[in-house]
């Protein structure tokens, strides 16, 4: 399952640690095996913060940033007008399986799963100090990965040792026992690692109690454990670590604002201070024609007067017609930028705990916050009363609210039911099939114990 090159890499790389300007070895050795790797403290944390970098540079750029893009694609967030051959598939909902993006997001998924087994065995059998925050930081990365394998395709192999031999050719494993794991990885870890941020040298960029229990607010709502999920949000949201920012002062993605629980630190490349600005920023600021607009559909569900209108949409007037672009990204050319890619915020916890309480029958509970969230957008307080009013007026503020973040959207239209609803407006989608990208091709021919999706 897991293919030759993209196993021999992923040991140089995890063994090697070889990014200098994330973390320090002394003397890296090509030599070097996992046992020597996992024995000492400080190499064994330089294999944990290779995973982030890992994310940074296959997942959070090459990888997860143009999976996302097409999520945005699919669902009613960006249209394109790039008139690029590579997206007509997307849009029309007649996505490949030979399709790159496909193959390539599938593969890095697992290469950071592997990363993540790798640390997870290399200091079970260890007695340092940082054993159990190791074992935690890597136990979240994986239920977080398999959570975005299984939300994009579905049931998906189970890998959970980095045994070559057990690996390649496991078959597909039900989402709902992937599910399983995903939560007794993410308990796991929220008891072992650190409350704050001292191991990230005071940054928010490695996992801490409350990125888990955020993340575990998410997994509980998808999983319609509306009580657990309301506890986890609960926790996060009362800790009083955190606060929403000022969005007409304080970019949402800004490195440490108040409002970030977990982001990724930024990697420079091609000039570009993180590599997913690329998919959501303002072509035409840089000079660039109109390439991937905002759905108008989505800009209409704006009041004129939301902040979020003014501070994360850009404007722009192509002769008497008006359009606009994704901007919650506000810097784009910058080898120093002060923007890092945000995973988890705030905002979405006091949206998962109103969905959460309106689901519980607490009705009040969810309208004071869904009001939290539209005051600071500058809107006044939701007409909703009833749970079906909220439900919906829940949906259209995390639409507002996390549009083009996370696969936020297109993954809430599929796990509440109204995929159909919303999205059968476009022409050649099909519920039955398009909810589902398809297993790669590669991975099809590789393992025969694979089965395709319908419809592929």
Same mark, same amino acid.
């Given at each position: 399952?897991?293919?030759?090159?993209?196993?021999?890499?992923?040991?140089?790389?995890?063994?090697?640690?070889?990014?200098?300007?994330?973390?320090?070895?002394?003397?890296?050795?090509?030599?070097?095996?996992?046992?020597?790797?996992?024995?000492?403290?400080?190499?064994?944390?330089?294999?944990?913060?290779?995973?982030?970098?890992?994310?940074?540079?296959?997942?959070? /750029?090459?990888?997860?940033?143009?999976?996302?893009?097409?999520?945005?694609?699919?669902?009613?967030?960006?249209?394109?007008?790039?008139?690029?051959?590579?997206?007509?598939?997307?849009?029309?909902?007649?996505?490949?399986?030979?399709?790159?993006?496909?193959?390539?997001?599938?593969?890095?998924?697992?290469?950071?799963?592997?990363?993540?087994?790798?640390?997870?065995?290399?200091?079970?059998?260890?007695?340092?100090?940082?054993?159990?925050?190791?074992?935690?930081?890597?136990?979240?990365?994986?239920?977080?990965?398999?959570?975005?394998?299984?939300?994009?395709? /579905?049931?998906?192999?189970?890998?959970?040792?980095?045994?070559?031999?057990?690996?390649?050719?496991?078959?597909?494993?039900?989402?709902?026992?992937?599910?399983?794991?995903?939560?007794?990885?993410?308990?796991?870890?929220?008891?072992?690692?650190?409350?704050?941020?001292?191991?990230?040298?005071?940054?928010?960029?490695?996992?801490? =109690?409350?990125?888990?229990?955020?993340?575990?607010?998410?997994?509980?709502?998808?999983?319609?454990?509306?009580?657990?999920?309301?506890?986890?949000?609960?926790?996060?949201?009362?800790?009083?670590?955190?606060?929403?920012?000022?969005?007409?002062?304080?970019?949402?993605?800004? =490195?440490?604002?108040?409002?970030?629980?977990?982001?990724?630190?930024?990697?420079?490349?091609?000039?570009?201070?993180?590599?997913?600005?690329?998919?959501?920023?303002?072509?035409?600021?840089?000079?660039?024609?109109?390439?991937?607009?905002?759905?108008?559909?989505?800009?209409?569900?704006?009041?004129?007067?939301?902040?979020? =209108?003014?501070?994360?949409?850009?404007?722009?007037?192509?002769?008497?017609?008006?359009?606009?672009?994704?901007?919650?990204?506000?810097?784009?050319?910058?080898?120093?930028?002060?923007?890092?890619?945000?995973?988890?915020?705030?905002?979405?916890?006091?949206?998962?705990?109103?969905?959460?309480?309106?689901?519980?029958?607490?009705?009040?509970?969810?309208?004071?916050?869904?009001?939290?969230?539209?005051?600071?957008?500058?809107?006044?307080?939701?007409?909703?009363?009833?749970?079906?009013?909220?439900?919906?007026?829940?949906?259209?503020?995390?639409?507002?609210?996390?549009?083009?973040?996370?696969?936020?959207?297109?993954?809430?239209?599929?796990?509440?039911?109204?995929?159909?609803?919303?999205?059968?407006?476009?022409?050649?989608?099909?519920?039955?099939?398009?909810?589902?990208?398809?297993?790669?091709?590669?991975?099809? /021919?590789?393992?025969?114990?694979?089965?395709?999706?319908?419809?592929?």
């Amino acid at each position: 399952m897991l293919n030759n090159r993209c196993i021999i890499y992923t040991l140089f790389a995890l063994l090697i640690c070889s990014c200098e300007d994330f973390v320090e070895i002394d003397s890296p050795s090509f030599q070097l095996t996992a046992e020597q790797v996992f024995n000492d403290q400080s190499s064994a944390d330089g294999a944990v913060r290779e995973m982030y970098r890992y994310y940074m540079s296959a997942l959070g /750029g090459r990888a997860d940033g143009p999976a996302m893009h097409y999520s945005t694609l699919q669902s009613d967030e960006l249209l394109d007008f790039a008139n690029n051959v590579s997206y007509i598939p997307i849009e029309n909902y007649e996505i490949l399986s030979e399709d790159f993006i496909v193959d390539l997001s599938w593969a890095a998924f697992y290469a950071l799963i592997y990363r993540a087994n790798a640390v997870i065995e290399g200091v079970s059998n260890k007695d340092y100090a940082k054993k159990g925050q190791f074992d935690g930081e890597a136990r979240f990365l994986r239920a977080w990965t398999y959570f975005k394998l299984i939300n994009l395709f /579905g049931n998906v192999p189970l890998v959970t040792s980095t045994s070559v031999d057990e690996n390649i050719y496991l078959p597909r494993t039900d989402s709902q026992a992937i599910y399983e794991l995903i939560i007794s990885d993410l308990e796991i870890a929220f008891t072992n690692v650190p409350e704050d941020y001292l191991h990230a040298e005071g940054e928010k960029i490695r996992v801490n =109690k409350w990125a888990v229990a955020a993340l575990l607010a998410r997994v509980y709502l998808y999983q319609r454990d509306w009580t657990a999920a309301e506890s986890y949000a609960s926790m996060v949201i009362n800790s009083t670590k955190f606060n929403l920012v000022d969005i007409s002062t304080t970019p949402i993605f800004s =490195k440490n604002n108040g409002e970030a629980i977990l982001q990724f630190s930024p990697e420079v490349r091609y000039g570009m201070g993180t590599y997913r600005v690329s998919y959501f920023y303002p072509y035409t600021i840089l000079g660039a024609s109109l390439r991937f607009p905002i759905d108008p559909v989505l800009v209409a569900k704006f009041d004129d007067n939301d902040l979020r =209108k003014a501070n994360w949409f850009h404007r722009v007037v192509t002769g008497n017609l008006t359009f606009y672009e994704p901007y919650k990204f506000k810097e784009y050319l910058s080898t120093n930028t002060s923007e890092a890619v945000t995973t988890l915020r705030l905002g979405e916890q006091f949206l998962i705990r109103a969905e959460a309480r309106a689901e519980l029958g607490d009705l009040i509970g969810a309208q004071a916050d869904l009001n939290v969230i539209r005051s600071r957008a500058a809107l006044a307080a939701t007409s909703a009363t009833t749970q079906t009013e909220l439900r919906l007026a829940i949906e259209d503020e995390r639409y507002r609210e996390l549009h083009t973040e996370e696969f936020h959207r297109w993954f809430d239209l599929k796990r509440t039911g109204r995929a159909e609803a919303i999205l059968g407006r476009h022409i050649g989608f099909d519920p039955a099939v398009d909810l589902l990208w398809p297993i790669p091709a590669m991975e099809m /021919g590789r393992n025969p114990n694979l089965t395709q999706n319908p419809g592929y």
